[in-house]
C-alpha cells in the first residue's frame, strides 16, 4: 500500500500540487456536481478537489467530499505508490506469462 491514510494520500496529492481545498460552503445538490463537471473536463483531468465544508440541504455536514482523486494518470500513479502508470504495468505484465506492458501515457 503507497498511503497509510486517505488523509496521506490527501496531503501527497496537495504537496504535489494536484489537490485544490475547496473552503467555502457548496450544496451537495448541484453546486459540487457543476464544479466537478467543469474540473473534470479540463486538459490531462484537472484538479483532484477536496470541498471542505459541503451543504446537505442548507446544513453544514462535517464531512468532507473529495472528487476527481484519480481524475489524472499522474494521480492514479501516486494512489499505486509508482512513478508512472506505465511502471504499474510494466510490474503487473512481468507477472503474467507472455504479456507485454502497454503504455498508458
Avoid: C, W
Avoid at 13 to 31: D, F, K, S
Amino acid at each position: 500500500m503507497a498511503y497509510e491514510s486517505y488523509a496521506e494520500f490527501l496531503d501527497a496529492l496537495e504537496q504535489a500540487g494536484e489537490l485544490t481545498r475547496i473552503t467555502e460552503p457548496l450544496a451537495t445538490e448541484l453546486e459540487i456536481t457543476e464544479l466537478a463537471d467543469r474540473e473534470m473536463k479540463k486538459p490531462g483531468g484537472g484538479q483532484a478537489l477536496l470541498i471542505e465544508q459541503p451543504t446537505v440541504n442548507g446544513r453544514v455536514s462535517p464531512h468532507p467530499v473529495a472528487i476527481n482523486m484519480m481524475g489524472s494518470v499522474m494521480r492514479v500513479a501516486m494512489a499505486l505508490g509508482a512513478e508512472s502508470v506505465d511502471a504499474v504495468a510494466a510490474e503487473l505484465g512481468s507477472l503474467i506469462p507472455g504479456q507485454a506492458a502497454h503504455r498508458h501515457s
